[in-house]
């Protein structure tokens, strides 16, 4: 898999590390990034892994960043695009291409976007969590493949409750990529399934999801 990150690849560095036992079952052919200079990628390259960065303001717009996204990951040929930390909407030319999923600091279909901790915050939620979930082009709203909850303490900020839910998200994020892989899934309309089955997919834009 390529793993595509924008920040610190706290999430990246445990699907990193989990790859080194060969019997987790999942290669990180490379880890690609949006952004110069991030945590995420210095921390890849010391572990060895092939990087990449395509900078969003290097391209006049989305659909020519998009596209050389695409092109440099298809370079890797993953069978599964991991989005952990990266701060942008993949677009047609991606998605199109290649399956992905990406994980998300909140319990969706509640506080999509870019600040899913604060908002969830804001709105007094006792209970937040993290969702991993297939993309598709719009915003944060593909079929969900796993969620875990956590609690909001009194006292929490962003980046306390933030640290937690991250805590969270590492482990199922390793536990997720690696059934994905080991076992295959099936997606069904908005419904996500571990396993290979001859059960038919109903949505036709969903059958390069099906493994
Ligand atoms: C994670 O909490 C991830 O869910 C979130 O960014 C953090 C990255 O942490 N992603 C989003 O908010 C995407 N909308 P990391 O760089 O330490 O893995």
Redesign the pocket.
């Known amino acids: 898999m390529v793993v595509l990150?924008?920040?610190?690849?706290?999430?990246?560095a445990a699907l990193v590390d989990a790859a080194e036992d060969p019997a987790y079952g999942v290669d990180v052919v490379a880890v690609g990034s949006d952004r110069r200079g991030t945590r995420?990628v210095e921390l890849a390259e010391k572990a060895g892994v092939p990087t990449f960065v395509v900078p969003f303001r290097d391209y006049s717009d989305r659909a020519e960043w998009d596209t050389a996204m695409a092109d440099r990951i298809s370079e890797y040929a993953p069978d599964l695009v991991v989005?952990?930390?990266?701060?942008r909407l993949l677009g047609p030319a991606v998605l199109g291409r290649h399956t992905a999923v990406?994980?998300?600091?909140a319990l969706l279909p509640s506080f999509p976007?870019?600040h899913?901790?604060r908002d969830a915050l804001a709105h007094g939620v006792r209970v937040t969590g993290?969702t991993i979930h297939f993309l598709d082009e719009g915003v944060?709203s593909g079929p969900i493949i796993d969620q875990v909850a956590v609690p909001v303490e009194d006292g929490d900020d962003e980046s306390s409750l933030?640290e937690r839910?991250?805590a969270v998200?590492r482990r199922m994020l390793v536990d997720t990529v690696g059934r994905l892989a080991r076992e295959g899934w099936t997606v069904d309309g908005r419904h996500v399934r571990f396993g290979r089955t001859e059960h038919s997919v109903t949505d036709a834009t969903d059958t390069k999801e099906q493994r």
């Open positions: 990150i924008s920040g610190t690849g706290s999430n990246m995420g989005s952990a930390g990266f701060m990406n994980i998300h600091p976007g870019a899913a901790v993290t944060d933030h839910i991250k998200e």
